[in-house]
Structures are given as structure tokens and as C-alpha cells.
């Protein structure tokens, strides 16, 4: 049985609330199949499309798990930077190739742990924010740690 129905562009509730305003069924809410894709709708298309399925019990994993890629992939530079510029000058005698390397080779770390945590977050295993976000996380702290690390000299908290 259904727990919302659409009616004049608003699905509503059987309770009579006004969930979101389509025109058309865009991506699959009801569960059928749709050519509209998750990741090609903007931030509130994915918010609105979320209430609806959770008004009417589908899973949402997936769309919680897209929406916050929606903000953690423009970020993806950011942090991956803020770990390899650090662990550059770590290893700047060893000479550019060793440096490029390095980045490459982190590079490819940062997108083995997004495939492995993004369908885990899409599925519910994981949270979906962690899922999103886990990947800048690790390299964030990391290079931040290491930053501190450099300049713990220089640092009143780090002195005892």
C-alpha cells in the first residue's frame, strides 16, 4: 500500500501533507525505473527526492550517500593537497620524480578508499556521511598532523 500519492504536481501524504513539488515522477521515487540518475540532479533535487522516498518507507542510503558527495568531491583536491605538499618536502632530497611519485601513488589511495566507502554508504553499511567524507578525513588529519609535526618547534602548545 502506498503512503503518498501524487496529486496536481505535490505527492502527499495520506495525512494530507504536502511533501515536494514535481511535475513529473523525476527519478524513480515509486521505485520504477527512470533515466533520471541521482548523481545528475543538484543538491536540492536529492534533498526533495529523499523526503519523498522516506515518505513512502524506500530506502534512502543511496541518495543520503549522493548528497553528501555532492560537497566532498569538490573538496577531494583540498584535502589531498594538504597531504602530499607536507610528505613533498619531507622527501624534496630524494628528487621530484620520488615527489610526483609519492602523489600519484596517494592519489590512487584516496580513490581506493572513496570505491570501497561509497558503495558501502550507498548500500548502508556505513553511515552515509562517513561514507562521503572518510577519505578527506584520514588525508586531512594525516596532513595536518604532519604539519603540526613540522613546525612543532615553533609551536607554544607542543613545548613543554
Not at 558527495?69 to 597531504?83: D, E, Q, R, Y
Request: charged fraction near 10%; charge should be positive; hydrophobic fraction near 55%.
Amino acid at each position: 500500500m502506498k503512503n503518498a500519492v501524487f496529486f496536481f504536481g505535490f505527492w502527499l501524504c495520506l495525512s494530507g501533507l504536502a511533501l515536494a513539488s514535481q511535475a513529473v515522477d523525476p527519478c524513480s521515487i515509486a521505485g520504477a525505473t527512470s533515466r533520471c540518475q541521482p548523481t545528475e540532479m543538484n543538491f536540492w533535487q536529492i534533498y526533495d527526492l529523499i523526503q519523498i522516498r522516506e515518505a513512502l518507507g524506500l530506502p534512502v542510503a543511496e541518495l543520503w550517500t549522493q548528497l553528501h558527495l555532492k560537497f566532498s568531491l569538490p573538496l577531494a583536491p583540498f584535502f589531498i593537497t594538504l597531504l602530499v605538499a607536507p610528505l613533498g618536502l619531507l622527501i624534496a632530497k630524494r628528487g621530484a620524480s620520488v615527489s610526483v611519485a609519492l602523489s600519484i601513488g596517494l592519489v590512487f589511495v584516496w580513490y581506493l578508499l572513496y570505491s570501497t566507502f561509497a558503495p558501502l554508504g550507498q548500500t548502508g553499511v556505513v553511515a552515509p556521511f562517513l561514507a562521503a567524507w572518510i577519505q578527506n578525513l584520514i588525508f586531512g588529519l594525516v596532513g595536518l598532523a604532519i604539519l603540526l609535526w613540522f613546525n612543532r618547534d615553533r609551536l607554544s602548545f607542543w613545548q613543554t
